[in-house]
């Protein structure tokens, strides 16, 4: 006579059947946008919501407990770091902050291959931003255990672009449909090549506002095209600021520009007034990624379209969800 065996039963209320190894993502990498697809965004942004629930009923919880990220940080950080260490601990997990490079091995020339080898042996997943674009990449190439792109240089930042996508969803219902103006360093600025690759998956129509010497790049103009999106350039912000659903804006990245005074000629280009969004319509959301520098007047912080420090807080449910998916628990 057969026996019957039941179902291991998960502890983890997200798998019913406990094989954290049919988790989606389960063991991935997250290193760019180009990655993901539409049922991908779904999942993600429907555990950031669940993330979002559990945390304003009991604040932490041991979904990661015993698990341990290492935030790996070769460029300075105030969001992007102290929201992965915020994540794992609400989740119970730990951290380990290498945030000044300079005081570890690196100094003394270690290579990147090497560190994230090292650093995997204490760790379970590795939060990595790089002054390089593809360093992500060549780190997940050696190492065994997942590798978060917290920013490589002026190449992507992945989770900035899906915690920018979940924020929009959040605020304005839906994505498609939507006119997102691009304001300000769209050639430096890699939470924009990351968030326009991503929004060209939606019916949107994109606007790019910058000065001529720091456009959009080339080729992700072209990718972008071939998704059939409709998009148009721009050097000032009035000619599509009344169409515009979602303005985000940008900082001038100083640290990206050999000629300081081509810095000093663009810095202060554009400055987001009361007064110049006077012309922009009632129900419509400003973003920024933060930090800003003088793009945004602080006269504009109590209006109810700035939803920059509120997209902050919705890094952290992504970021939760991220964490939670790469370690085999969503
Ligand atoms: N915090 C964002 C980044 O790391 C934006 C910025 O630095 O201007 O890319």
Redesign the pocket.
Known sequence: MATYIPPIRSANPYLPFGDQRTAPFYGKDILSVKQFGRPDLEYIFGVAHEMREMVSRVGTFDLLKGKILVNLFYEP?T??SSSFTSAMERLGGSVIPINEVRYSSVSKGESLPDTVRTLECYADVIVLRHPEVGASALAAQYARKPIINA?DGVGE?PT?ALLDLFTIREELGEVEGLTVTMLGDLKY???VHSLARLLSMFNVRLHYVSPAILRMPPEILEEIRQKGIQQTEHETLAEVLPQTDVLYI??V?KERFTDLDEYDSVKSAYIITPDIMAAAKEKMIVMH???RVGEISMDFDADPRAAYFRQMEYGLYVRMALLAMVLGKA
Do not use: A, N
């Open positions: 950080s969001r992007t920013g930042h900035q600025g890699r939470t940008t900082r990245q990624p933060l930090p």
